[in-house]
């Protein structure tokens, strides 16, 4: 089992900045992908960042020069600094880790999502 424990997220006026948290406990070995996705209403949940265990990151376009995401592999623990926040930045963001469960397979584990709200 593994559990997601959000944090960070909030009201901001647009130009401002956040920092989101996401720490990953329970029993496992290693964590190979973590990762954020973010979901708007009327709108399909999206990939933003994801940061694999060796630190190569990718993100969604919309987002590339503003959003940074980094992880703390002692800590068990994936970051995701926001800075510029626009309105469409406005959504609940989900933090994602993906498990390996054997030498095979992997299972994703999903953060109970924290609330952005970029507004003046």
């Known amino acids: 089992q593994v559990q997601l424990v959000e944090s960070g997220g909030g009201l901001v006026q647009p130009g401002g900045s956040l920092r989101l948290s996401c720490a990953a406990s329970?029993?496992?070995?290693?964590?190979?992908?973590m990762g954020w996705y973010r979901q708007a209403p009327g709108k399909q949940r999206e990939l933003v960042a994801v940061?694999?265990?060796?630190?190569?990151?990718n993100y969604v376009d919309s987002v590339k020069g503003r959003f940074t995401i980094s992880r703390d592999n002692a800590k068990n623990t994936v970051y995701l600094q926001m800075n510029s926040l626009k309105p469409e930045d406005t959504a609940v963001y989900y933090c994602?880790?993906?498990?390996?469960?054997?030498?095979?397979?992997?299972?994703?584990?999903w953060g109970q999502g924290t609330q952005v709200t970029v507004s003046s």
């Open positions: 994602n880790a993906q498990v390996p469960s054997s030498w095979y397979d992997a299972n994703d584990y």
């Open positions: 329970g029993t496992f070995f290693s964590i190979n992908l």
């Open positions: 940061i694999s265990n060796a630190g190569t990151t």
